[in-house]
């Protein structure tokens, strides 16, 4: 009996045992699981909140997984994301290089490295890194590919501007001395054909010579309009006129129709003429070119108020009043994802050619309403139309309001010194304005600008107007010159020129003392006009 208790009793401690045993086991797992979950949290927190996208597609290229990260590049919540192609986010220009990399990491089953253009559904393109690597079946139960994705649009952008940047300061660098150029092939053109006359069989030899000069000259202005230095010269002239100007010159087309709607009370805008009239002149053809089917074509221009019901749309504009010009068409209209890419100097979706040009019309037409303190805004829809509006503020201070109603003072002119360093071009500019019928001396730099007034105003013959070049090689140039004439005769009238038709002082010339600005290179009637302002009536 009493062995049967003792065995009751063994077995017992062995139960109490065993249980305290399962007991502490149980605990062990339970911390290790704790840590298993600590670990695992950690880590998708890393996962989730790392700076770049983290995406797993199938083989097929179906998304099963993505971090918080990589759904903000795609432009769509995680949980709508699972389960898309991710060649649905991917440019339409870049699916065939997509897939090329897809099938490449496929069969290889290594890591590679693509660049892609994402498009998310509301948005606009952005240049990603795509490194991927494929992960076999006996690793995952089926084939799939982890990418990394990183967002390169930033750097992408800045290297563009480096290059926008050294390519504006090598035209900038060669510009002075090709407009010189063009100067005296223009100029001597001008008055070979003046020789000829009309009737002469080498006049229309003469006259393509001229247009071809003419098309150097305004790809020459082209090129440093796009450079951030090239300031522009604004000036006391009706935008209306400019407007004008531009409907007038547009390239003939039977298929289709101009309508010009200009407000009759249009508030004053100080601006340059020139690189207004061919940013304008640059959006109306690319509106032609998208109705290769014809349409009405609309130039419109009017008051307006920028107010809070902008501020999304015009957000670099402050509030206030601004002339509102506007050019619609009625053509194939922009896709959305060209939107935010048509004022980019790089881009096109024209051909190369004669014809068609490279694309850099409308880069231009941005960076010249942006030196006005405007901005452009466009509206697209496919298959519709597009009207592209130009915002230019309003003169504002009573000043330059001024320059609208306050004529140049005007006296009779028959003598006029010309300094410029080219011995060519002083003969060539001496030559139009003798036969202009003005009595004309030159000097070829600042000294002797100086010594040849200071004696013509001594022997009571002074100069009535000087035309002085900008920049002098080994010597002193405009403003320098000015400054000592000025301290001679207060009251020289005085023209500055120069081939660096981006200076500072070309654009603000009243501020350095001159009267007026020629850029180079000039025709003769360019000449005349200028000095026609400074005549009596």
Not at 144 to 156: G, N, P, Q, S
Not at 255 to 268: D, E, G, K, Q, T
Request: include cysteine; charged fraction near 25%; glycine fraction near 8%.
């Amino acid at each position: 009996m009493k062995e049967g208790i003792d065995s009751e009793m063994e077995n017992e401690n062995l139960f109490q045992l065993t249980a305290k045993q399962s007991a502490g086991l149980t605990d062990d797992l339970s911390v290790h699981q704790r840590e298993l979950e600590k670990t695992r949290n950690r880590y998708m927190d890393l996962y989730d909140f790392a700076p770049v996208g983290y995406v797993t597609l199938d083989e097929k290229g179906v998304i099963r997984e993505a971090n918080l990260a990589g759904a903000a590049m795609l432009g769509i919540e995680r949980d709508f994301l699972l389960s898309q192609p991710f060649s649905k986010f991917v440019h339409g220009d870049d699916h065939d290089h997509f897939y090329l990399c897809l099938r490449k990491l496929m069969a290889t089953k290594t890591r590679g490295v693509c660049e892609l253009r994402l498009v998310p559904p509301q948005g606009t393109a952005i240049h990603v890194h795509l490194e991927a690597v494929a992960v076999g079946e006996e690793e995952t139960g089926g084939a799939e590919i982890r990418a990394v994705i990183h967002d390169v649009t930033a750097h992408r952008m800045t290297e563009k501007a480096l290059k926008f940047e050294s390519f504006a300061v090598m035209t900038g660098g060669i510009a002075h001395d090709y407009n010189n150029l063009l100067s005296m092939i223009l100029g001597n053109i001008s008055l070979a054909r003046d020789e000829t006359g009309p009737e002469s069989h080498i006049a229309g030899f003469l006259q393509d010579a001229e247009e071809a000069s003419l098309r150097a000259k305004d790809l020459t202005h082209r090129l440093m309009l796009l450079s951030k230095e090239s300031a522009p010269q604004k000036r006391a002239i009706s935008i209306k006129e400019t407007l004008e100007t531009c409907a007038a010159k547009l390239p003939p087309a039977s298929n289709y129709r101009l309508m010009l709607s200009i407000a009759r009370n249009l508030r004053p805008v100080l601006h340059d003429p020139y690189q207004l009239k061919y940013a304008i002149k640059n959006i109306l053809v690319n509106a032609m070119e998208s109705m290769p089917d014809g349409g009405i074509l609309t130039l419109k221009a009017e008051n307006t108020f920028i107010g809070e019901t902008f501020k999304n749309s015009l957000a670099a504009l402050g509030h206030g009043e601004y002339v509102k010009i506007s050019i619609s068409d009625q053509g194939m209209g922009i896709p959305r994802e060209n939107i935010s890419k048509i004022f980019d100097p790089y881009f096109s979706t024209k051909k190369g050619g004669v014809k068609k040009g490279t694309g850099m019309g409308l880069a231009t037409a941005y960076a010249v309403t942006a030196k006005h303190g405007g901005q452009i805004n466009v509206q697209s829809t496919v298959g519709t139309g597009t009207t592209v509006s130009i915002y230019l503020p309003v003169l504002e201070s009573e000043t330059e309001k001024a320059l609208f109603t306050t004529p140049m003072d005007k006296s009779e002119i028959k003598k006029i010194l010309l300094m410029d360093d080219e011995e060519m071009l002083r003969k060539l500019v001496q030559e139009m304005l003798n036969r202009l019928g003005y009595e004309v001396q030159t000097a070829r730099d600042g000294a002797e600008a100086v010594r040849l007034y200071q004696t013509q105003k001594t022997t009571g013959t002074p100069f009535d107007v000087v035309i002085l070049d900008l920049t002098i090689k080994d010597g002193m140039g405009g403003v320098d010159t000015l400054k000592k004439l000025k301290a001679i005769d207060s009251e020289v009238k005085a023209v500055v020129s120069s081939g660096y038709f981006d200076d500072p002082v070309m654009s603000d010339f009243r501020a350095y003392g001159f009267c007026d600005a020629i850029p180079k290179p000039y025709q003769v009637a360019e000449l005349k006009s200028v000095l026609e302002k400074f005549k009596a009536v």
